[in-house]
């Protein structure tokens, strides 16, 4: 985790996004969780790096990152 990724968006501007977390889903598949401090976005890549195509599965995935980030929080208090 901590890996920058720069994307570069259709007008040409380049935002840095970090590795914010992991996420696997019951296929095995993994995903990356990357949020852009300038943005304030997160986006979710595949495994190679690549923006996830499918919104409602990025969405989810998210869901999934946020739902976690949660009990983690709760269970470090």
């Known amino acids: 985790m901590r890996d920058v990724l720069i ?10 996004f970090e590795v914010v977390g992991l ?3 019951e296929d095995h ?3 990356a969780v990357c949020y852009s401090e300038k943005a304030d976005e997160f ?3 595949d495994s190679a790096g690549t923006l996830l195509g499918d919104d409602g599965l990025a969405q989810e995935i ?3 990152f946020f ?3 949660d009990e ?3 269970d470090a208090e």
Do not use: F, H, R
């Not at 259709?10 to 840095?16: A, F, H, I, W």
């Open 29 to 31: 598949n993994e995903y």
């Open 72 to 74: 983690s929080q709760a």
């Open 23 to 25: 996420v696997e889903d």
């Open 67 to 69: 739902v976690l980030a």
């Open 7 to 16: 994307i570069e968006t259709m007008d040409g501007k380049q935002l840095e």
């Open 62 to 64: 998210l869901d999934d």
């Open 43 to 45: 986006v979710v890549t």
